[in-house]
């Protein structure tokens, strides 16, 4: 009786198998085999900061295309790249690492509430509905989309000031909070040697005085830094100024020329001045 | 029975304090603060300049395109600034700022009470004034009203119906208007008929306002074609889709025009816009506006002139110290004000001051899928769906479930047991819908 049973289900199981072996060999799909070793290269993120739904998508993408030019992992950066270029045998340009940095520092003492906002908290929403609760309606909402979009928890909304900050090792210029934010605050920008950085961190494009009245840390548009760059890379648009990252020298001379503290300077050592007057 | 829409609707309660009160003519403000974009589509372009002197009438700025209206001065005396002014949603846009002095009106406005009653002029012609005045959709969508007279091709309109079901609370704006301009808003109708080349024309409003169909349905007697429906009372029957299922009882297809079902609604106070803007010659540059709510002391009408801030017809109500919340329209679709500075444009048909403790959200809980948001929904669409989909970024499935079809009515959020900012999210999903067909094309 045992013997039987075993029989027809251990047939049925070889039949079934030598099945599968003869239609999965009629029907196999060519794959390159390259795919999976670009796959294995790319650091399986799924973040999508690439333009391509996933990893997977992407590796396809450098498989098929003929260069590797605007083919970029912002999370693996140049490395990966490299290595995907070696598996293909194709040539990645060398893009320089990004991070995200947030262009408003109306913080809660520098910027006053006018207003109280109840609805939901979520800033797409509000924004649809308010240009804000304090007197700049370019500014930071602070109810976090960006925090909710970022997938490596590299950007969060300190209570204490209600605005967003990037935690730089994290960051890897994926871009989700670029386009999560409504108010088009958060840029992208080169990480500079030894993740030295300077920016406007502003985006009030309102005249200096409204922007001053809003805001005590607005850029008001005086142009004192325009004047005071010796490379040219501070450009005046709308009220708002705008440092070129590219052509930025870091020098700091815009730094202490601003007269509202709107140009933020990050990861720098301590000024001469500032070294000596601790000192004495 | 009473007829209505027939799909979803709620019936919030009417708390229309105001009704009954005659119109009071506001105070012209001492300065006048006017928006260049007070309507959908393209801001209008300013034609004046610092120092300019103006009467009340002066064409300040004209029409930035077809979607576009003019915008007269509302008040004489000389511009101080074209400048960028707070609007309700505390955005930064361009208005023209004017200091009064005088009330001194453009010659050719006849200002007299006389009713004029005969109107000869062709349609287009009628289009052509209309355009003139600046006039649009005075019910608070502020859609320019000549655009809608200019059916696009191959459609045409059967029937005219004229909105002044006022189905928002505490609104009573267009009831005071009927009460103290009955014959005017019929002239205005069978002006807007001609205009049109219809020979129909009905007007819906709501069962609670009795002393309006009684006045209205007497006078239409001696108007050819116009006939007053009674409708029952239920929110949102002042949408254009509602009101034309309501009346004629046709739907109109997803993504279409209403004159797609043959209709083309006009509300109350457009239609005595255009016969104040046709027979008189007078454009538009005041309107009437409700000022009510727990918030004020006195409940009334004001006749105020564009531009005029909100604090001031505050003020004249008796607000209280510590409003919670100022809106800009009625309960349901209005918009709170993020400050009381701004001025009355061409679509706020009301002010409403809430107390503190009534204007607080409750706190928001987990969907029980009672589906009452369902059974509210005027456009038939699953409310809980679509916020779920809006909340994980799932723009197909929002896409697919018709977010675009969403009027915005807020009876979803009004009803959930739960608390939960259903419209808040939908309008969310609907702009982003909108913004993927708009680049997919």
């Given amino acids: 009786m045992i013997v039987t049973a075993i029989c027809i289900v251990g047939g049925t199981g070889v039949l079934c198998a030598t099945l599968l072996y003869f239609i999965s060999k009629k029907f196999e799909v060519a794959e390159n085999p390259l795919l999976a070793q670009v796959q294995e290269a790319l650091p399986a993120a799924n973040c999508g900061g690439c333009g391509y739904p996933g990893c997977s998508a992407f590796a396809s993408a450098c498989v098929k295309a003929s260069s590797l030019d605007g083919l970029l992992c912002p999370v693996g950066g140049s490395d990966v790249m490299a290595k995907v270029a070696t598996i293909l045998g194709k040539t990645a340009d060398n893009v320089e690492p990004r991070v995200a940095v947030v262009r408003c520092n109306g913080n809660c003492e520098a910027r006053l509430r006018t207003n109280q906002y109840d609805g939901t908290r979520n800033c797409r929403i509000a924004s649809q509905l308010y240009g804000g609760e304090t007197g700049c309606s370019f500014g930071c909402f602070g109810y976090g989309d960006c925090e909710a979009a970022c997938t490596f928890g590299a950007i969060a909304v300190n209570p204490s000031t209600g605005l967003p900050e990037v935690i730089e090792s994290k960051c890897t210029a994926c871009g989700a909070c670029v386009k999560a934010c409504p108010k088009n605050l958060i840029e992208l920008r080169r990480r500079g040697p030894k993740s030295r950085r300077i920016y406007v961190s502003c985006m009030n494009r309102d005249k200096g005085g409204p922007a001053r009245k809003a805001c005590d840390n607005a850029c008001i548009g005086c142009s004192k830094c325009v004047k005071e760059c010796a490379f040219d890379a501070i450009t005046m648009a709308n009220n708002l100024a705008f440092i070129d990252s590219l052509k930025c020298r870091l020098c700091r001379k815009c730094v202490p020329v601003c007269p509202t503290g709107a140009i933020i300077e990050l990861n720098f050592p301590p000024r001469k001045e500032a070294a000596e007057a601790k000192e004495s | ?441």
């Fill in chain 2, 1 to 441: 029975m009473q007829k209505t829409f027939r799909i979803g609707g709620i019936h919030p309660p009417a708390n229309k304090w105001s009704a009954g009160k005659a119109i009071v003519k506001a105070d012209i403000p001492s300065q006048a603060i006017v928006p260049l974009a007070q309507h959908i589509g393209a801001p209008a372009q300013a034609l004046v300049k610092k120092g300019d002197k103006l009467k009340v009438g002066t064409l300040i700025a004209k029409a930035g395109g077809f979607v576009s209206a003019n915008i007269h001065s509302p008040v004489s005396g000389a511009v101080l600034k074209i400048d960028e002014s707070l609007d309700a949603s505390g955005y930064k846009r361009p208005a023209i700022f004017i200091d009064t002095e005088g009330d001194e009106w453009e010659e050719g406005i006849d200002l007299s009470s006389e009713i004029r009653r005969d109107c000869k002029l062709s349609p287009q012609e009628i289009v052509a004034a209309i355009n003139q005045a600046g006039i649009v959709g005075m019910g608070g969508a502020t859609f320019p009203t000549h655009v809608k007279l200019t059916p696009p091709s191959g459609f045409k309109a059967e029937i005219l119906i004229i909105n002044a079901v006022e189905c928002e609370p505490f609104l009573t704006s267009d009831h005071a208007l009927m009460l103290a301009h009955g014959e005017e808003i019929l002239i205005g109708t069978s002006i807007l008929m001609r205009a049109l080349g219809v020979s129909k024309a009905a007007i819906g409003i709501e069962s609670n306002k009795p002393d309006a169909i009684a006045l209205l349905s007497r006078l239409a007697a001696s108007f050819e074609g116009i006939t007053v429906v009674s409708l029952k009372e239920r929110y949102p029957q002042g949408g254009e889709k509602q009101l034309i299922d309501a009346i004629i009882r046709r739907q109109v297809k997803s993504g279409a025009l209403p004159i797609s079902a043959g209709a083309v609604v006009q509300n109350a106070g457009t239609a005595f816009a255009v016969y104040e803007a046709v027979q008189k010659n007078k454009p538009l540059v005041e309107r009437v506006v409700t000022v009510t709510g727990r918030g004020v002391g006195n409940p009334a009408n004001y006749l105020a002139r564009i531009g005029t801030p909100l604090r001031q017809l505050m003020e004249a109500s008796g607000v209280i110290s510590h409003p919670g919340k100022i809106i800009s329209g009625g309960p349901m679709m209005g918009k709170a004000v993020a400050s009381a500075e701004i001025p009355v444009t061409k679509g706020c048909s009301g002010i409403l001051i809430l107390s503190a403790s009534e204007s607080k959200r409750k706190q928001m809980r987990n969907c029980i899928r009672c589906a009452k948001c369902v059974d509210a929904c005027p456009m038939g669409l699953n409310p809980t769906l679509l916020m779920n989909a809006a909340e994980f970024a799932a723009w197909d499935t929002a896409e697919s479930n018709y977010a675009a079809d969403c009027i915005e009515c807020g009876s979803c959020s009004y009803v959930c047991p739960s608390h939960r900012p259903l419209l808040d999210h939908i309008r969310m999903a609907k702009g982003k819908v909108m913004e993927i067909a708009r680049s997919r094309k």
